[in-house]
């Protein structure tokens, strides 16, 4: 039992720690429209991993690196008349191509590819958790000083720059956020399902909360239930923790879904 404690301790604070993120991110993510931005963060990752590969750089180095061009990228070709999701669809087919395409040629990077698709939260050592805690405080503080601006620009952008709200601005802020989620959050569920670790507790919530807050706090409650539920369950069924972490996010999302079906009453506006 000891044992299994100090295995899967540290990967359950890392996981705690990541759904402070991981609830304001996906609300918001879900209020701005744009929760195809995780899975086209998700996809361009890849070319991150395959360049660091070959320049035998730390993964997340080059995931970070990448992540920080996407978002300079979207910044750049921001435009009135090109919808986001189209924008965020020509990004990520053209990053996950160049990716595959660089992988089809490096051959000797396959192998790592399934750690870096799925994650591994259990690979997680307490000598990574300060640097992590420190990291995400740092970008939690952040998002609490521009939280009141990015919800003004949810509800009614242009409302929100006639009051004097930098939405260019703040548009930056939440990319750059997100994009640091999408570093942080490799290790946990890898890159396949970063997206679904910001998007499920939120849409579960949705269904749940009553106010902006109360969605927030449910994201909280469930995207934590998902990570311990999840996490334990991929040490006493050896499998990968991120397939665990998302598929229980899922079924809660269901049962809450069926629950309400079946139930009328219990139903949110």
């Not at 061009?69 to 087919?93: E, K, Q, Y």
């Not at 420190?134 to 990015?150: D, E, N, P």
Request: overall charge neutral; proline content about 4%; aromatic content about 10%.
């Amino acid at each position: 039992m000891l044992e299994w404690l100090q295995l899967l301790l540290p990967a359950w604070i890392m996981g705690t720690l990541l759904v402070f993120l991981t609830a304001p991110l996906g609300c918001l993510m879900l209020w701005r429209r744009m929760s195809f931005f995780a899975d086209t963060m998700a996809h361009g990752t890849l070319l991150g991993v395959a360049i660091a590969g070959i320049l035998h750089l730390p993964f997340w180095l080059g995931v970070g690196c990448l992540a920080a061009l996407l978002v300079g990228i979207l910044w750049i070709l921001h435009d009135s008349r090109l919808p986001n999701d189209a924008l965020l669809a020509l990004c990520s087919s053209t990053l996950l191509c160049s990716g595959l395409l660089v992988i089809q040629h490096v051959p000797s990077l396959r192998p790592e590819l399934l750690s870096y698709l799925f994650g591994d939260l259990l690979s997680i050592e307490w000598a990574d958790l300060p640097i992590f805690a420190v990291v995400i405080v740092a970008a939690l503080i952040i998002l609490y000083r521009s939280w009141s601006a990015q919800i003004q620009i949810a509800i009614d952008p242009d409302i929100a720059m006639s009051e004097g709200v930098n939405a260019k601005w703040q548009r930056l802020i939440f990319m750059l956020l997100l994009a640091l989620f999408t570093v942080l959050a490799l290790r946990a569920v890898g890159s396949l399902l970063m997206g679904a670790l910001l998007v499920i507790p939120a849409l579960s919530a949705r269904l749940l909360a009553h106010s902006p807050k109360q969605m927030v706090l449910w994201s909280f409650i469930l995207a934590q239930l998902g990570v311990s539920i999840g996490l334990w369950s991929s040490a006493a069924l050896n499998i990968s923790t991120g397939l665990s972490i998302v598929l229980f996010m899922a079924l809660g999302f269901a049962l809450i879904f069926t629950v309400q079906k079946l139930f009328p009453r219990l139903k949110t506006n």
